[in-house]
């Protein structure tokens, strides 16, 4: 069996409590013989500046760029809120970011039956949904230049931000939009403005002909964003995967995460290109909450979005389907016993701590094993 090169980077806050639970489930698909790791783990965010007086020194890069896939805790917290703005906390995580070139953000969006009442939604709209939004995550209208304020003559201000896409990005963005459906239910949901922008028309445009060239086989569906965005939350389990631009991405990801409930729950990736020599495709796997600082340190924080964050990586990154399935299927097991972290708690549930959540995964995996 393949052994893989996973990069463990805590961080802050919480961080470091919720890697723990994930060490655990590794150590468990380890011992199993469902998966064989080499672990390198380093420093990332304040916890890094505490140490070196950088959100991520080089050797902490060397070994990014070293592994197979890397997973991050959170970073960020009051005690480093006057650090220089360089090398704040998050420098670190957007410089591994920008450096590994994490052009694809993937966020899923899974309501587990268990805490389908939680959700805005009625129930029978969103339990089982799983929604996958592949987002661009390099590009558009948060980087395009011109991107300015000017005041004009007559005491008045303009402000511009520009929409650029380039035919390479959206192909590659894209490709992986599709790569993603066949190891899913096979269907992709494009969207865009092309009513009313170039860059709709163009993203339409290169979408089809990458479509038609090489993915013939999962079904493609092109939906208007302001279109989409009304499904989503009108019927959500319609979709199976959503590409979109880096400004729509941003909004509709928000808007799907919130159909499932607690920030505690919400896993992520970002993934990179192929490499030619390598095969090997760079990805960050971490949770969407952050080191919530308001609960650091008293073993109360919800580790499922970091476990599932390991599951993502054991699915993209590793292949290791089976073992995705098992971990999932474990989170959905241990919500479904009623085992609940103080973020998801409601009455006549089973209180548990960081930890005990982490124990509870371990058991329901065992007891399938
Ligand atoms: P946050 O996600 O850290 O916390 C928001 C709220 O959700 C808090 O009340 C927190 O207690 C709760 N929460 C978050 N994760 C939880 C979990 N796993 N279990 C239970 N409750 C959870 O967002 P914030 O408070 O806006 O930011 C705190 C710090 O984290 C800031 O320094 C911010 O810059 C940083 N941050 C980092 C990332 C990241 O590392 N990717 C993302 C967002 C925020």
Redesign the pocket.
Known sequence: MATHKLLLLP?D??GSE?MAEVKKVIGWLDAQGLASFAIEEDLVGGAAYDSCGQPISEEAMAKAFAADAILLG????PKWANVHYEVR??AG?LRLRKDLQLFANLRPAMCYPALADASSLKRDLVEGLDVLIVRELTGGVYFGEPKTITDLSDGQKRAIDTQVYESYEIERIARVAFELARTRKNRVVSTEKHNVMKTGVLWKQVVSEVHGSDYNDVTLEHQLADSCGMQLVRAPKQFDVIVTDNLFGDILSDVAAMLTG???MLPSASLGAVEEISGKRRALY??V???????AGQG????I?MIGSLAMALRYSFGLIEAADRVEAAIAGVLADGYR???IWSEGMTRVGTAGMGDAVIAELAKAA
């Open positions: 961080g806050g919480i919720v959170a970073v960020g917290g906390p998050e995580l607690s920030l505690g971490e949770p909450h952050g080191a919530a600082p308001d609960i109360v924080a919800n580790p979005a972290t103080g973020d």
